[in-house]
């Protein structure tokens, strides 16, 4: 019998008879590429933290979250996940299945710090990262096997890291950001996997489908509802009918099944900022309306955030006096985006920073010192009210515009410049 030869989809070149299997990463030119990635993610981060300003902790069921029933959990330890505790699990379901956990209500100016410890090793040594979250990192070191062992070098930066801030993270190594954040997972607790590209797909092939990034628990039920259980079994379905049940997303997700992703390491920096300012038709001492200004700028740039996905560590105060003196004034704060927690922050900074009882004509308002996550990454005292308020506003903003929902001190607000 004559084996029947597909014709291989556009974007996908040069496979014609190919098997999935055999798939790899390929250049503008079709060229094979060859990339050696790391992901190093802090074990139960949190915890982790909380452990180190309290031994009494270790070995013991440990909840991060905020104390009513109403709260969530916002971390737990190997020994709470043991009882059926989880992150984003209401407080009081929490409580129930692990009865005898210690509930630590959590400070993000701790966590905030641990991870700026953890960013300052890696930035040392590394050549390329990327701090994905408050508790990831990638790593691209391509190249680097010519003079160190890759796998050697990462190993003790880790060490390194251990050392430094006494903190357990896990990592794995591999060809591109979805194996090596896979090799993570399955290399967790504190520990480290390197997959080569030879071992890829055997690697990828017997795991659940729920193992792969960008699978939520939406993605999961409908694939489990179509028989597909493992990776395997996904990276083998025609790509064309991914695409039909899931758009482009399934042909995303078809293509981390077969160990494919050209995701580029993007170069982490401090100093990306997001900011806006004002400067008013006539120099003004009205302190009312300037800090009702500064309440529409926190909540404009705020939405940008969580728009973006961003979260803020710093925040910036900016005023400009009738005579151009220009004077500013920061402070570093927990990683958030959530605007009741920016404005009474930024109201206290114009509070302090105002001090000559001049005639001011500018305002400005920056948050810098930027991580990629979610808003509800802080969610030691917010209620699932709070999140799913916060999330039903943008949705409206992301739709009808975002002055279609503001703040009532927003609603004769001038429009301000934003600077990215």
């Known amino acids: 019998m004559k084996k ?74 190997y020994e709470a996940r043991t009882f059926g505790v989880h992150s984003a699990m209401p407080m009081k379901m929490a409580r129930m299945l692990c009865p ?22 890696i930035a040392e040594r590394a050549p390329l990262y990327e701090k994905a979250s408050i508790d990831e990192h990638y790593l691209d070191i391509t190249g680097m096997d010519r003079f160190f062992g890759s796998m050697k070098w990462t190993h003790e930066l880790r060490q390194r890291i251990i050392s430094e801030t006494g903190l357990p993270i896990s990592l794995g190594l591999s060809v591109n950001k979805t194996v090596c954040k896979i090799a993570t997972g399955e290399a967790k607790p504190n520990g480290e996997l390197e997959i ?124 400009r006096y009738s005579n151009f003196d220009t004077h500013t004034v920061q402070q570093r704060i927990g990683y958030t985006s959530f605007d009741h927690v920016l404005i009474p922050i930024a109201k206290e900074l114009f509070r302090k920073l105002y001090q000559r009882r001049m005639l001011i004509r500018l305002v400005g308002i920056r948050f810098s010192h930027l991580v990629t996550g979610v808003q509800q990454i802080d969610l030691f005292d917010q209620t699932p009210e709070l999140i799913n308020l916060y999330q039903a506003m943008d949705r409206v903003r992301l739709r009808y515009g975002r002055k279609s929902l503001v703040r009532a001190v927003g609603l004769d607000g001038a429009d301000e410049d934003e600077d990215d």
């Not at 008879?17 to 949190?46: A, Q």
């Not at 800090?291 to 404009?300: D, H, I, T, Y």
Request: charged residues 25%; contains cysteine.
């Open 4 to 77: 029947k030869i597909l014709s291989s989809p556009s974007y996908l070149p040069d496979t014609i008879g190919v098997p999935p299997p055999l798939l790899k990463e390929r250049g503008p030119g079709g060229e094979v590429k060859s990339r050696t990635i790391v992901h190093m993610d802090l074990d139960t981060f949190f915890v982790a933290v909380e452990r180190l300003m309290n031994s009494k902790l270790i070995g013991k069921p440990v909840i991060v979250g905020g104390f009513s029933d109403r709260s969530v959990v916002s971390s737990c330890s």
């Open 100 to 121: 005898d956990a210690i509930i630590v209500r959590g400070d993000m100016d701790q966590y905030t710090r641990y991870s700026n410890m953890v960013t300052d090793v």
């Open 196 to 319: 080569s590209r030879n071992r890829v797909i055997p690697f990828l092939g017997p795991l659940s489908i729920s193992k792969i990034p960008g699978i939520g628990e939406k993605t999961y039920r409908l694939l489990r509802s179509m028989g597909i259980a493992t990776i395997d079994t996904l990276g083998h379905m025609p790509p064309e009918m991914m695409e039909k049940v899931l758009g482009l997303n399934g042909l995303v997700i078809w293509k981390k099944a077969n160990g494919i992703d050209t995701t580029p390491v993007i170069p982490y920096s401090e100093r990306k900022s997001i900011s806006t300012e004002t400067t008013f038709e006539q120099d003004t001492i009205d302190i009312h309306m300037i800090n009702e200004l500064l309440v529409r700028m926190v909540e404009k740039i705020a939405f940008s955030l969580r728009k973006k996905q961003k979260l803020t560590s710093c925040v910036t105060i900016k005023i």
